[in-house]
């Protein structure tokens, strides 16, 4: 607890000695009280909500997002669409807001940073709800609106906890697995601590997942398009669900009901972006949108690997063409996992969705630590362990933030890929390719 205090309070993000100093210790206090007291589900989850708590009245110190989200929040409060003007453009031309300040706007400007203040809000509407709540419970305070938030992300953890142990055991695995997410520093630190939103996200995911098992598709599909709502991510696992719904003896069936769970879930999904739509708003949200493939790159693997090509080919940055073409290849890829591998039962499902969000963050330009979260929650009902090596490894990332301002550490960031995929391929041989080989008379 004193650890997590220190980090919370007396940390600045470019100490990256004491952030990787710190967070190794609580990752291997993490390991030991899981390690020690996995028997006991109780003590663990109180383990899990106290640490968070340490976080409750403390400004996130390695993201500056949550500005964003409180402006957010306020705009949405005052009737102003966030998808329509960015910060830029509000803080030039009062007229746009029809009277109604922002409260706080130049604080809130300068600490997103003039990146952010620039572009279109990309956050979906589930998000600008919670943002909204923020800042209607809070009034004027940045403190108070980091605090609701912050409350929101910890009662989705929680959730987390409850569906995942239900899941854990309906699939008969250990239920102390979902400690390696609910008890992980990264998770503490990146989701309570930084308030990032993918728990929330991953939530609705688990409690999708949780009722898909117990038969109740309709309602799983509502909750998988709340989750899309929250974070556009699981749009990627959609193709996934067809050998799920569609098996050999049930054809016919098996494509009504994939059919229906789709149609449900993007028409949820659609439904909460109704309040936003207009012909601007598909426009702003587009290109913010694809800002993620064509502009930013950041922590990247494969993707930094095809750049130096570029550069010593060509002479100058392909990540504009590159960023076009490596969407397609996650498609493809995602496809062929979809009909090509057998994902009957819901361990199964889920594990294709873990390989499937794998593939994609390696073809990806930009990789946040946080994002590691859906890897980590879906390798939980795995047999799969790469992703917790990845939550640890994923935090050298932060080195590149030091004192004389932005610059990856390269040789960390290859460290970093090097063993996770080393051990993905290990685990993909033994879990996959191996037990395939002797069902078919290889070996």
Do not use: C
Not at 205 to 224: I, M
Not at 303 to 315: A, P, S
Not at 355 to 381: D, E, K, M, Q
Request: proline letters at 3%; a positive charge.
């Amino acid at each position: 607890m004193i650890f997590y205090w220190v980090f919370a309070y007396d940390l600045v993000r470019s100490d990256f000695i004491k952030l990787i100093t710190l967070f190794l210790a609580l990752f291997f206090i993490g390991f030991q009280l899981i390690k020690i007291y996995g028997w006991n589900f109780w003590l663990l989850a109180g383990f899990g909500v106290a640490f968070r708590l340490i976080f409750l009245i403390a400004i996130p110190n390695l993201s500056q997002d949550f500005y964003r989200f409180i402006w957010d929040g306020r705009l949405v409060l005052n009737g102003i669409n966030p998808y329509l003007f960015t910060p830029e453009m509000l803080l030039g031309d009062s007229s746009l807001t029809h009277g109604m300040a922002i409260t706080e706007a130049q604080q809130l400007y300068r600490g997103m940073g003039e990146l952010n203040g620039s572009h279109y809000s990309n956050y979906p509407p589930v998000n600008q709800l919670f943002f909204a709540i923020g800042a209607l419970l809070t009034g004027k305070g940045v403190l108070g609106s980091v605090a609701v938030l912050r409350i929101v992300t910890i009662f989705a953890d929680v959730g987390i906890l409850y569906f995942g142990k239900k899941l854990l055991e309906q699939l008969k695995l250990p239920v102390k697995n979902i400690f390696w997410y609910f008890l992980n520093p990264f998770i503490i630190i990146e989701l309570t601590g930084n308030l990032h939103f993918e728990g929330i996200m991953l939530f609705f995911v688990v409690w999708s997942l949780y009722l898909l098992h117990k038969g109740k598709w309709f309602w799983a599909a509502v909750l998988l398009g709340v989750s899309v709502s929250v974070k556009l991510i699981p749009l990627l696992f959609l193709p996934l669900f067809f050998r799920y719904f569609v098996k050999k003896d049930t054809i016919g069936k098996g494509l009504s009901n994939l059919s229906m769970f789709y149609i449900v879930t993007l028409a949820t999904a659609t439904l909460t972006f109704t309040p936003f739509l207009s012909s601007e708003f598909i426009s702003n949200f587009s290109q913010s949108i694809l800002l993620w493939f064509q502009d930013f790159e950041f922590n990247a693997s494969v993707y930094y690997i095809i750049r130096y090509i570029g550069f010593q080919t060509i002479g100058w940055n392909i990540i504009a063409d590159v960023g076009k073409i490596l969407p397609i290849v996650v498609i493809l890829v995602l496809l062929l996992l979809a009909f090509f591998r057998r994902n009957e039962t819901t361990q199964k499902l889920i594990t294709v969705m873990l390989l499937g969000i794998f593939f994609y963050f390696l073809l990806s330009t930009t990789v946040h630590p946080w994002y590691v979260a859906t890897p980590l929650i879906l390798s939980v009902f795995t047999k799969y362990k790469f992703p917790i090596v990845w939550s640890l490894l994923v935090m050298l990332s932060y080195s590149a933030y030091g004192s004389d301002g932005f610059s990856e550490n390269l040789w960390l960031v290859a460290v970093e890929y090097s063993i996770v995929i080393g051990v993905a391929i290990l685990e993909m041989v033994n879990y996959d390719l191996l037990p395939w080989r002797k069902k078919s008379g290889i070996i």
